[in-house]
């Protein structure tokens, strides 16, 4: 059974950093696509970061520059780090991933497009002064 649970959220002031963790279980880590997807209140969920099982990386253009994406298959988890954080990265960050078949392997751009499979609850972001 594919677990997924995010932590590491909180209330950072602006410029701040955060990182968030995914620890997964029930599922190869290597054989999956994994993202990082947010959702602000009363906006649309939005991926902002994703790695395919090929190693294709994708950010949302807002968060180039200030977010990295990484994966420990040793452990089992999957990292968001978040410099810089601003107001608007305000949101409910949610952990995700799906299997990324060699047959069809879609780039990192469309996994964050397209959404996952399995989903985490989610952990609160909050940017404010």
């Known amino acids: 059974q594919v677990q997924l649970v995010e932590s590491g959220g909180g209330l950072v002031q602006p410029g701040g950093s955060l990182r968030l963790s995914c620890a997964t279980s029930?599922?190869?880590?290597?054989?999956?696509?994994v993202g990082w997807f947010r959702q602000a209140p009363g906006k649309e969920r939005e991926g902002v970061s994703c790695h395919s099982g090929t190693g294709d990386t994708y950010y949302k253009d807002s968060v180039k520059g200030r977010f990295t994406i990484s994966r420990d298959h040793a452990k089992n988890a999957v990292y968001l780090q978040m410099n810089s954080l601003k107001p608007e990265d305000t949101a409910v960050y949610y952990c995700?991933?799906?299997?990324?078949?060699?047959?069809?392997?879609?780039?990192?751009?469309?996994?964050?497009?397209?959404?996952?499979?399995?989903w985490g609850k989610g952990t609160l972001v909050t940017v404010s002064s």
């Open positions: 995700a991933t799906a299997f990324d078949s060699p047959m069809v392997s879609f780039s990192a751009y469309s996994w964050c497009q397209r959404g996952m499979d399995f």
């Open positions: 029930g599922f190869t880590l290597e054989d999956y696509a």
